[in-house]
């Protein structure tokens, strides 16, 4: 695996830093039903003053360049941010895309670079549930994750998260949490059920109860509850006018419809 990683400069005396971590696929194929984590970085970049401090990019990234509004072209990879609160500082993880190859390389890039440069110990990461029944789109999703030992599952349960047992969880947001233990880090797992339509504020809101409740991490979320108004008041115009196209079908043509194929 080729790999670069680049710290402009490493933050001094770190309080008990947690490790954020929240990519999103980049396939195509996915991006509309699995991109939560990336918009709930890009929200907390909007609303926290973070400041980035490192860039990872690495052949497990997918074949691709960002070419900017000048016309110039610039390797995608992920980056590291950092951010104090009260009583401990937060690293985010956000970029581009979570790998899409050599995930176990990448994750163990990550976790070394967290635990010996950064002294991390504890880790969130954000994501999508790869393996349920969609939600549906009006419904205000649970956030549902796991743990690497009982006193994280414990931990969430106290703060809400419905705990997930008995079922295999795929891909980078969630080997990476099963791998940090062999770093010395405690590891949770965040998750919400896919269905609701992009830009996904209801599953924003959610996660940042969570994050709230359980790691004191406070972001004012006014504006995501009127993002979540006008989605839901477009579907229900939106299903209003699929009925009404179906009833409309099954009734036949209307008498001016009628009158214009006799004309």
Do not use: C
């Not at 690293?91 to 670079?113: C, D, K, M, T």
């Not at 405690?186 to 830009?199: D, Q, T």
């Not at 009127?226 to 099954?250: C, P, T, V």
């Amino acid at each position: 695996m080729w790999k670069n990683l680049r710290v402009e400069y490493e933050p001094e005396h770190l309080r008990n830093p947690l490790l954020l971590i929240s990519l999103s696929t980049s396939n195509p194929q996915f991006m509309l039903l699995y991109s939560q984590a990336r918009e709930l970085a890009n929200y907390l970049l909007d609303k926290l003053e973070f400041k980035r401090f490192a860039s990872f990019y690495t052949s497990a990234m997918p074949p691709a360049v960002s070419i900017s509004e000048d016309g110039i072209a610039e390797m995608v990879g992920v980056h590291f941010y950092h951010y104090s609160l009260e009583n401990r500082d937060i690293v985010l993880l956000a970029g581009y895309s979570s790998p899409s190859s050599n995930e176990y390389e990448f994750v163990e890039e990550i976790l070394q670079f967290a635990s010996k440069n950064l002294g991390v110990r504890e880790l969130v990461s954000i994501g999508a549930r790869w393996n349920e029944e969609p939600i549906p789109p009006l419904e205000s999703p649970k956030v549902l994750g796991f743990g690497t030992d009982q006193e994280a599952v414990k931990h969430l349960e106290n703060n809400g998260v419905t705990i997930l047992r008995g079922e295999p969880a795929y891909y980078f947001a969630n080997t990476v949490v099963g791998l940090a233990p062999r770093y010395g880090i405690r590891g949770y797992k965040l998750s919400v059920n896919h269905g609701e339509p992009k830009p996904h504020p209801r599953s924003l809101m959610a996660f940042l109860d969570t994050l709230s409740r359980a790691f004191g991490i406070h972001v004012d979320a006014t504006d995501l509850e009127s993002q979540a108004k006008e989605l839901a008041n477009a579907i229900k115009s939106s299903q209003f006018e699929q009925r009404e196209g179906i009833r409309q079908r099954a009734m036949g043509p209307t008498t001016e419809q009628q009158g214009d194929i006799y004309r």
